[in-house]
């Protein structure tokens, strides 16, 4: 467990997961103004958000990941976010496998007090309809594919999490 939170330590580590939600980010605009014109659904602005949000909180980590509590905090949203992402791309699945009827409208559904759809358009507008998604490598739609890449950082940041937890249980914190 010490090796777990050294790495929440590193810098690396959280650059890292900066590159590789970048990276995430730039999949989804390539499909969606690359060539084949995918636009995305609420639900998919909606996990772009989430994924952004913890891209944020991702480069507080790697600013401040000496500081025990304010990467404790980076963690703890960071995993939040990470997870509200995954939960959105489940739904997404189960409306797109047919499991579950969504009413899912032409608007973004940001709450009124941050409509990221009217101050970013280009990242958040949601101009696609639900249950529609592009197929990616490997044979997988762009929703199953975000419930790998989602999950597989979320485990990694739940086990740093733990770690953390323990340090705070033996009152070893900085």
């Known amino acids: 467990m010490n090796m777990l939170f050294k790495l929440g330590e590193n810098r690396y580590f959280w650059l890292t997961g900066i590159i590789y939600l970048t990276l995430m980010e730039a999949i989804?605009?390539?499909y969606q103004y690359g060539p084949g014109m995918w636009?995305?659904?609420a639900l998919c602005v909606q996990v772009r958000a989430w994924v952004m949000g913890s891209l944020i909180f991702s480069v507080m980590g790697a600013i401040l990941a000496k500081n025990f509590w304010?990467?404790?905090?980076?963690?703890?949203?960071?995993i939040v976010l990470l997870a509200g992402a995954l939960y959105t791309s489940?739904?997404?699945?189960g409306v797109e496998q047919g499991t579950v009827i969504s009413s899912c409208t032409m608007g973004a559904g940001f709450p009124e007090f941050m409509p990221l759809d009217q101050w970013v358009p280009v990242l958040f507008e949601a101009q696609?309809?639900?249950g529609q998604s592009p197929p990616m490598p490997l044979g997988v739609?762009?929703?199953e594919a975000l419930l790998i890449t989602l999950s597989i950082p979320l485990l990694v940041l739940v086990a740093v999490w733990v770690s953390h937890v323990q340090k705070i249980i033996a009152n070893e914190t900085d």
């Open 90 to 93: 489940y739904y997404a699945f």
């Open 39 to 41: 636009y995305p659904c």
């Open 141 to 143: 739609s762009m929703v």
């Open 70 to 78: 304010w990467r404790w905090m980076s963690l703890n949203l960071s």
């Open 28 to 30: 989804a605009l390539y």
């Open 128 to 130: 696609g309809m639900c």
